[in-house]
């Protein structure tokens, strides 16, 4: 092998590794640009499970408000009419009390 041959396989070496190193760099650019895409994708997704289950969470949260207000409301109307009934079993005590008392107020 002559001395320009050597010469000429080195160089072709040269470029064989230069082209083999911008391949390597062209190809780690690719993983890294892919990579990005897929965690952004990963987020993106996550966020998105988030705010659903968050939704959801909020939904079943205002269920159960609902729910506890109406047996509030119930129990309220019920102690209502429990009082009235109450009270309408009285009015006859109440009326003969008022009544008696003015009676002894004007007797006396």
Do not use: P, W, Y
């Amino acid at each position: 092998m002559t001395r320009a041959e050597i010469l000429s396989e080195i160089k072709k070496a040269e470029e064989e590794a230069k082209a083999s190193v911008a391949k390597a760099i062209e190809s780690k650019n690719k993983k890294i640009s892919d990579a990005t895409s897929q965690s952004r994708e990963i987020i993106r997704k996550a966020e998105e499970d988030a705010a659903k289950i968050a939704d959801d969470e909020i939904s079943e949260a205002k269920k159960l408000i609902k729910a506890d207000r109406e047996k509030i409301v119930q129990k309220g109307v019920s102690e209502a009419l429990e009082m009235k009934n109450k009270a309408k079993k009285n009015i006859d005590k109440a009326t003969q009390f008022i009544l008696t008392e003015f009676e002894r107020a004007a007797d006396a």
